[in-house]
């Protein structure tokens, strides 16, 4: 009965390179989100998505971002040419259908950028 | 514009007393407020829920209040543990499925 997988737990980028955050969402559940957590902050919703489909990207920024959730594996969040601003705890959630408002957190990918 | 605040940075509470957390909203239309707790590099775990059109929801030493005119909700812990030291987290459901999440206050209990 796993809960929700993320990895990798931390990466380090330098600036200009490239981050790869992937979430496996809970068996059976089929709508999965990613959040950012500054320091001293909460955590800030960038996307949801279901399979193969955006849902809902309204907090991603314009550019260097990118998100997708294919029919097989798991949901990648993509992050070109890193910043120093783009250091914080990415965390993912998922949820199952049905409409019930809990979400449930993986453990988080802390990236941090040199 | 901070839609979901926790006013209070930071509550130290003895063990066996009542944790009284509290967060304000301004965002009429949410339809779900969850309180989740997260320890350092964790991720949050869910708590306890409280839909838009209920004042009250209990589980076990968790209680969530709902006052919709004040726009106003808290979450009461009793008693208070050791092991419910963390940092807890107001969240709000938006249209969508979108939570918005206040700032996080950080609860002690002391033994």
């Known amino acids: 009965n796993a809960g929700v997988m993320q990895n990798p737990r931390h990466l380090v980028r330098r600036r200009g390179q490239e981050a790869r955050l992937r979430c496996s969402p809970m068996?059976?559940?089929?709508?999965v989100y990613w959040y950012r957590q500054l320091p001293e902050e909460g955590l800030k919703f960038m996307v949801y998505l279901q399979k193969e489909n955006i849902i809902d990207e309204s907090g991603m920024p314009k550019e260097r971002f990118s998100a997708e959730f294919p029919k097989e594996g798991p949901s990648i969040l993509r992050i070109q040419q890193v910043v120093r601003g783009d250091s914080a705890a990415y965390f993912c959630?998922?949820?199952?259908?049905?409409?019930?408002?809990?979400?449930?957190f993986g453990p988080g990918t802390r990236l941090t950028v040199l | 514009d901070q839609q979901v605040k926790q006013n209070s940075p930071s509550l130290s509470v003895q063990e066996g007393r009542i944790s009284i957390l509290n967060c304000d909203y301004t965002n009429s239309m949410f339809d779900y407020f969850l309180w989740y707790k997260k320890y350092p590099a964790e991720g949050p775990t869910f708590l306890i829920s409280i839909s838009s059109i209920k004042d009250k929801n209990e589980d076990g030493r968790f209680t969530v209040f709902l006052n919709k005119s004040a726009k106003h909700l808290s979450l009461h812990i009793v008693p208070s543990q050791p092991g419910d030291s963390a940092v807890y987290f107001c969240?709000?459901?938006?249209?969508?499925?979108?939570?918005?999440f206040g700032a996080g206050t950080i609860l002690r209990v002391k033994s």
């Open positions: 959630a998922s949820s199952p259908e049905g409409g019930s408002p809990e979400q449930f």
């Open positions: 068996k059976g559940h089929s709508h």
């Open positions: 969240a709000a459901r938006e249209y969508g499925n979108k939570l918005v």
